[in-house]
């Protein structure tokens, strides 16, 4: 995923085809997270991920021979991808389900954190990988590897220790929206989620096509470092989520949580001001376009704005965990994550179309200005709309 924007411009597409896959990417996870967070609910959640991950390992693979094959297009490249998002809206929830039911309740937090730092770990090692092989192999390198790393995750998936009880219940399309609108009043009666919800709803829109459409179109036109250098920046990305990540498992304890979202929500704000004024003409000319000095910088505004989502997110994830009656932590989960993802598809889109005829470097300004509003805002509101005990 991290080379298929360089991929797109490569084949001759441009910014609106980079916000198009953006939001077809998302789309299909978004529409499907509330469906497979009732089944999540309702069957085995360790078939649902082994299924999952072998579907999507098919079709990867497939892509992968029709790259080969020299058969490969625009149109279908994002079908496939649509399919693959569907598969991972069906597991994403199942995953997060099981979690609490394998961890005792102490040990959730550092276990998210655990979780998120193998994952992340993995993603570190990505870019570089990707960009060494896209460069010396071509795309079907990348998704044949692809694919069999969902294999071989599926076959990992299948030694999970776990128990399902079956619910006698009769499946149908009335008890799935039963159910669903269940999850729905479990979130809305609950003011610490529903508020990060709404929070996260909001930066989302406004900071994931920051990173998913203006950053390659950014160094690539505007830059002149080579592709491995892309590949660095994406590396620092996951650094930043790593270092997050360990800093949540450690702190983000029920006298800290607080305070852990407070500093999140506030480097999120200044993060995403820093990044956008390394995107400036006059800063870019001062610094120089392929100097060390602004490739660090610019790598250590993104470094810090992953950090910061991490000071969030994990917190918000333990709170979820700890909060939410097991038979139904699928289907909140999939909620959740259907609300705080649910502006990313569309900013991605409108992105894409806005960069067209606005340069990058004004629309980016206006973008981060809204997004430091929005957390001031969050963070002089706190006490009103977030519980002093976060766990309760």
Do not use: W
């Amino acid at each position: 995923m991290l080379i298929m924007p360089l991929y797109i411009l490569d084949i001759g597409g441009s910014a609106k085809t980079i916000g198009l896959f953006s939001f077809l990417y998302i789309l299909p996870i978004l529409i499907i997270f509330p469906f497979g967070g009732v089944i999540g609910d309702l069957y085995n959640r360790k078939k649902i991920m082994v299924l999952s991950d072998t579907f999507s390992g098919v079709t990867v693979l497939l892509l992968a021979y029709l790259s080969y094959r020299g058969q490969l297009n625009i149109l279908l490249l994002f079908t496939f991808q649509v399919v693959v998002s569907a598969f991972y809206g069906v597991f994403d929830p199942a995953t997060k389900g099981m979690v609490p039911q394998i961890v005792e309740k102490e040990n959730l937090s550092k276990a998210n954190s655990q979780v998120a730092s193998l994952r992340i770990i993995a993603g570190m090692l990505s870019p570089i990988i990707a960009v060494t092989l896209y460069s010396r192999f071509g795309i079907t390198t990348l998704f044949l590897l692809n694919g069999l790393s969902f294999l071989i995750s599926a076959m990992s998936e299948s030694f999970i220790d776990y128990s399902h009880k079956a619910k006698v219940r009769k499946v149908n399309a009335k008890l799935i929206l039963s159910d669903l609108m269940e999850g729905i009043r479990f979130i809305k009666s609950t003011t610490v989620i529903f508020s990060l919800c709404v929070f996260f709803l909001v930066s989302y829109a406004f900071i994931h096509p920051l990173f998913s459409v203006v950053l390659p179109i950014f160094f690539r036109a505007s830059l002149k470092y080579a592709d491995t250098y892309y590949g660095y920046l994406q590396m620092v990305l996951f650094l930043g989520a790593l270092v997050g990540s360990v800093i949540a498992g450690y702190v983000a304890n029920e006298n800290r949580r607080k305070k852990t979202l407070l500093v999140g929500i506030f480097l999120i704000g200044v993060s995403t001001l820093l990044y956008t004024i390394m995107l400036q003409p006059n800063v870019l000319q001062h610094l120089g376009n392929d100097t060390m000095l602004y490739l660090s910088i610019l790598g250590f505004s993104l470094f810090l704005l992953y950090t910061s989502f991490m000071l969030v997110g994990i917190p918000m994830q333990t709170l979820i965990q700890n909060a939410t009656p097991k038979d139904y932590m699928s289907r909140v989960f999939s909620i959740v994550s259907l609300i705080t993802k649910g502006g990313a598809p569309l900013g991605a889109l409108v992105y894409g179309l806005m960069i067209e005829h606005i340069s990058i470097h004004v629309s980016a300004l206006v973008i981060a200005t809204i997004v430091g509003g929005i957390c001031l805002k969050y963070i002089l509101n706190f006490n009103k709309s977030i519980e002093v005990r976060i766990d309760e």
